[in-house]
Nanobody, 115 residues
Framework: QVQLVESGGGLVQPGGSLSLSCVAS????????MGWYRRFTGESREAVAV???????NYADPVKGRFTISRDNRKMTVYLQMNNLKPEDTAVYYC?????????WGQGTQVTVSS
């Protein structure tokens, strides 16, 4: 079993920045993909950015150039640096991990971009 615990998030004005962190613990496969996903109110969860254990990244088009995903394999932590935030980035952000056909999720953290 894998546990994911997110931290960060909160309220920020448009154009501001926030940083999210997610620590993984438990029985973790060496080869895995970690990522950040978000759920807008009333909609399904969508991918924001993912990173492989080898450091290969992929971003959703709406966040390219504004968000940066990174990870520290020794700490089993994945980060999401969000810059130039927009009101349309307001959502619940989830940390996720995929490994050997299994998927794990954190509890989610609210990000609100509003003046």
């Amino acid at each position: 079993q894998v546990q994911l615990v997110e931290s960060g998030g909160g309220l920020v004005q448009p154009g501001g920045s926030l940083s999210l962190s997610c620590v993984a613990s438990g029985s973790i496969e060496r080869n895995n993909i970690m990522g950040w996903y978000r759920r807008f109110t009333g909609e399904s969860r969508e991918a924001v950015a993912v990173i492989s254990s080898g450091g290969v990244t992929n971003y959703a088009d709406p966040v390219k150039g504004r968000f940066t995903i990174s990870r520290d394999n020794r700490k089993m932590t994945v980060y999401l640096q969000m810059n130039n935030l927009k009101p349309e980035d307001t959502a619940v952000y989830y940390c996720g991990m995929a490994a050997h056909g299994n998927a794990y999720w954190g509890q989610g953290t609210q990000v609100t971009v509003s003046s």
